[in-house]
């Protein structure tokens, strides 16, 4: 099986800004990409989230306030929308050709341009949203485990906060992260699954966060 890897070379980016460029130039091609081999992080994030919801008895409003951080193309936008959230959606994404492309699916209403930054807040407002989701953004290149504080910051008292990532990435990173902010009362771990493949062997890390 062709792996992501040797799809994309994203793992080539040295820094930001290349990687900025990369998906500048390669936004046309990518849905392509991530089909022919099966990639799988948005639909496991919304599985995760029915799982979740039917578990915790926690609720999501189906009309509620959704935020996609690094929206990409909007592949997660369509999962959300499959999902039956009818409410409003805003996306967060750097990446002009990448948000053309989403623009058109008619599911966005504001963009942020803004790159998540481990020591600086994006121009998305706080407390704002009932869901804040990334799929396949967070990594150990520049949406690193540092960032995922702004993304909480962005989720409403009592919201939720979704991601579905690499399972390579989240031990001694991401994990300890969130064990910092559970341990400030920022956020309770209320699901985290490692168990579905995300790609060619490679296990999906899925996990959510209540903001206290």
Same mark, same amino acid.
């Given at each position: 099986m062709t792996s992501f890897d040797e799809v994309d070379k994203i793992d080539d980016a040295k820094n930001s800004a290349e990687e900025l460029n990369y998906? /500048?130039? $390669?936004?046309?091609?990518?849905?392509?990409?991530? !089909?022919? #081999?099966?990639?799988? =992080?948005?639909?496991?994030?919304?599985?995760?989230?029915?799982?979740?919801? /039917?578990? $915790?008895?926690?609720?999501?409003?189906?009309?509620? !306030?959704? #935020?996609?951080?690094? =929206?990409?193309?909007?592949?997660?936008?369509?999962?959300?929308?499959?999902?039956?959230? $009818?409410g409003v959606v805003d996306?967060?994404?750097?990446?002009?050709?990448?948000?053309?492309?989403?623009?058109?699916?008619?599911?966005?209403?504001?963009?942020?341009?803004?790159?998540?930054s481990p020591d600086k807040e994006t121009s998305v407002p706080g407390k704002a949203y009932d869901l804040v989701y990334s799929c396949s953004v967070f990594t150990n290149r520049s949406a690193t485990c540092e960032c995922l504080p702004e993304a909480v910051r962005m989720a409403?008292?009592?919201?939720?906060?979704a991601v579905a990532m690499n399972g390579d990435h989240w031990e001694g990173t991401f994990d300890l992260v969130v064990r910092r902010m559970e341990d400030e009362k920022i956020v309770e771990l209320k699901y985290s699954d490692a168990s579905e493949e995300l790609f060619g062997g490679t296990k999906a890390r899925v996990f959510i966060l209540n903001k206290l």
């Amino acid at each position: 099986m062709t792996s992501f890897d040797e799809v994309d070379k994203i793992d080539d980016a040295k820094n930001s800004a290349e990687e900025l460029n990369y998906y /500048e130039r $390669t936004a046309g091609d990518y849905e392509r990409r991530v !089909k022919s #081999i099966n990639f799988q =992080a948005s639909e496991l994030c919304f599985k995760a989230l029915k799982v979740f919801e /039917e578990e $915790t008895g926690i609720s999501i409003p189906k009309d509620g !306030k959704f #935020i996609d951080v690094g =929206a990409g193309t909007g592949l997660s936008g369509e999962q959300l929308r499959i999902a039956g959230f $009818t409410g409003v959606v805003d996306a967060l994404e750097p990446v002009d050709t990448m948000f053309a492309l989403a623009k058109e699916k008619g599911i966005y209403s504001t963009r942020y341009p803004d790159m998540l930054s481990p020591d600086k807040e994006t121009s998305v407002p706080g407390k704002a949203y009932d869901l804040v989701y990334s799929c396949s953004v967070f990594t150990n290149r520049s949406a690193t485990c540092e960032c995922l504080p702004e993304a909480v910051r962005m989720a409403k008292n009592g919201g939720v906060i979704a991601v579905a990532m690499n399972g390579d990435h989240w031990e001694g990173t991401f994990d300890l992260v969130v064990r910092r902010m559970e341990d400030e009362k920022i956020v309770e771990l209320k699901y985290s699954d490692a168990s579905e493949e995300l790609f060619g062997g490679t296990k999906a890390r899925v996990f959510i966060l209540n903001k206290l």
